[in-house]
């Protein structure tokens, strides 16, 4: 059997009807093709097991790895434990229907799906909003060291600066309320 160029296109015309799997590492060859891609380096392991019918492709596909992320509070590079699960239903038929997120067609007579584009959106989605350093045992900080104390230093700074005389006058009178 000749090896595909792409690994990530699938000939289920070939496959029998029922349970079928494939794994794939992605790493950074997966994305060093994208453009503007937030992830360039990562090591996820992947399962996709495609339950073929009739007219239906299910793709369950089940994530999980590492993947190479700027902290948001120091700014240093690491490794965010990523993990994750998704389906994937491939309608095949001639009539048309707006795709949804997980709902695709395609048509009757195809013989392959390319499930790249799906893959990497999948990743992606893996992305916290907030990525920082995990504690590590015994709730230390594993943040740069130089950058938390320089940002201790600006917060202090900020806190230092005078308030304007307006809230001050507010204040106490709430504190005055308060009191009372």
């Known amino acids: 059997m000749k090896k595909l160029?792409?690994?990530y296109l699938i000939p289920f015309a070939g496959?029998?009807?029922g349970e079928h799997t494939f794994e794939y590492v992605i790493d950074d060859g997966f994305f060093k093709d994208r453009d503007y891609s937030?992830?360039?380096h990562a090591r996820i392991?992947?399962?996709?097991k495609l339950s073929k019918e009739t007219n239906l492709l299910v793709f369950d596909v089940k994530m999980e790895g590492t993947i190479n992320v700027m902290c948001d509070r120091c700014g240093d590079p690491f490794d965010l434990p990523v993990w994750g699960e998704n389906k994937l239903i491939v309608s095949l038929t001639n009539d048309r229907f707006e795709n949804g997120d997980d709902i695709?067609?395609?048509p009757l007579d195809s013989s392959e799906i390319d499930i790249s584009q799906f893959l990497y959106e999948y990743v992606s989605m893996l992305l916290p909003q907030r990525r920082v350093?995990?504690?590590s045992p015994g709730s230390n900080n594993t943040c740069n060291p130089e950058t938390l104390k320089m940002l201790n230093k600006l917060s202090e700074k900020e806190n230092e600066k005078k308030t304007d005389p307006r809230w001050?006058?507010?204040n106490k009178f709430k504190?005055?309320?308060t009191n009372n």
Do not use: G, M
């Open 175 to 177: 504190e005055q309320k």
């Open 133 to 135: 350093h995990p504690d």
């Open 104 to 106: 695709v067609s395609i």
């Open 5 to 7: 160029s792409n690994p």
């Open 168 to 170: 001050d006058a507010l």
């Open 38 to 40: 937030e992830v360039q």
């Open 15 to 17: 496959l029998k009807s």
């Open 45 to 48: 392991n992947t399962r996709v």
